[in-house]
C-alpha cells in the first residue's frame, strides 16, 4: 500500500512511488529465492474527482497508468490493473476496493445453486438434508464472513435458488414461511441456519475475544 502523505501530493506522483516499490520487492523476493508471479498479481489506483456533489474514483481511462515487474526469467510484464468497483480473489474473499461486494454474492450464489442440484438430484432423508445444510453447506460459507458485509437482501439472493430445493429435500412445502424455517426450533420453527445473522455472529465473535484479552 502507498498513500499520499498529504493533499498536495499528485496521483502520478503516488503512483510513481508505487512502481519503485513494486520494483524494490521485486528485488528483494529474487534475493531470497523467490520471484513475483505477474499471472497471479493484480493493482489498483484510487484517486478522486469531484462530480455532481460527490467525491467519485478515477477510471484507468481518466488516470492511465502501467506498473511494470519482471518475471523469474528477467521479462518485464505490466500488472493487470482493476477499477475500484472489480474484485478479485484473494484468501478466498471477493474484495473490491470500493466496498461492493456483488463477486462475492455471485460466488455465494454459485455454490447455493450447485447445492440445489445435488439435493434435487439425489434422494436424501429429511434429517439428513437438514443436517448437510446447516452443518455442511452453512459451514461452507463462514470462512469469508468476518471479512465481509452483505445486506440481508443480498443474502436473500444467494438463497433464492436453494430455498424451494431444500424444503422438498425436507418434505416440506416449497413456499413454506421464511421466516418460520430460519426460526429456532424450540421455537417451534425449523432451526435452519440463516447466513445473514450467521455473518453477524461470525464478526461479533472475535471483538469480543479482543475485549476480554484487552483487559
Same mark, same amino acid.
Given at each position: ?13 503516488? #503512483? @510513481? $512511488? ?8 521485486? =528485488? ?6 523467490? %520471484?513475483? +508471479? ?48 472489480? #474484485? @478479485? $480473489? ?8 470500493? =466496498? ?6 455471485? %460466488?455465494? +450464489? ?49 438463497? @433464492? ?9 425436507? =418434505? ?44
Amino acid at each position: 500500500i502507498n498513500a499520499a502523505s498529504s493533499g498536495e501530493v499528485s496521483p502520478t506522483q503516488v #503512483a @510513481n $512511488e508505487m512502481q519503485l516499490m513494486a520494483l524494490l520487492w521485486q =528485488g528483494l523476493l529474487e534475493a531470497t529465492g523467490g %520471484a513475483l +508471479r505477474p499471472d497471479k498479481s493484480f493493482w489498483y489506483v484510487l484517486a478522486f474527482k469531484w462530480a455532481q456533489a460527490h467525491y467519485k474514483y478515477l477510471s484507468s481511462s481518466e488516470f492511465p497508468f502501467f506498473l511494470t515487474v519482471p518475471d523469474a526469467e528477467g521479462w518485464e510484464f505490466i500488472l493487470d490493473r482493476l477499477e475500484p468497483s472489480q #474484485a @478479485n $480473489e484473494t484468501l478466498g474473499v471477493f474484495v473490491s476496493m470500493d =466496498g461492493n461486494w456483488k463477486d462475492q454474492t455471485a %460466488a455465494f +450464489r454459485k455454490k447455493a445453486t450447485a447445492f440445489a442440484t445435488q439435493l434435487q438430484s439425489k434422494v436424501i432423508h429429511p434429517k439428513d438434508a437438514w443436517y448437510v445444510y446447516n452443518h455442511v453447506f452453512s459451514k461452507s460459507l463462514e470462512y469469508p464472513m468476518v471479512a465481509l458485509y452483505m445486506s440481508k437482501k443480498e443474502w436473500d439472493e444467494v438463497m @433464492n435458488p436453494l430455498y424451494p430445493k431444500l424444503m422438498n429435500a425436507l =418434505g416440506i412445502v416449497r413456499n413454506f414461511p421464511k421466516d418460520l424455517a430460519f426460526t429456532q426450533r424450540r421455537l417451534n420453527g425449523l432451526g435452519l441456519t440463516h447466513p445473514f445473522y450467521s455473518m453477524h455472529i461470525k464478526q461479533c465473535v472475535p471483538l469480543l475475544e479482543e475485549t476480554i484479552c484487552a483487559r
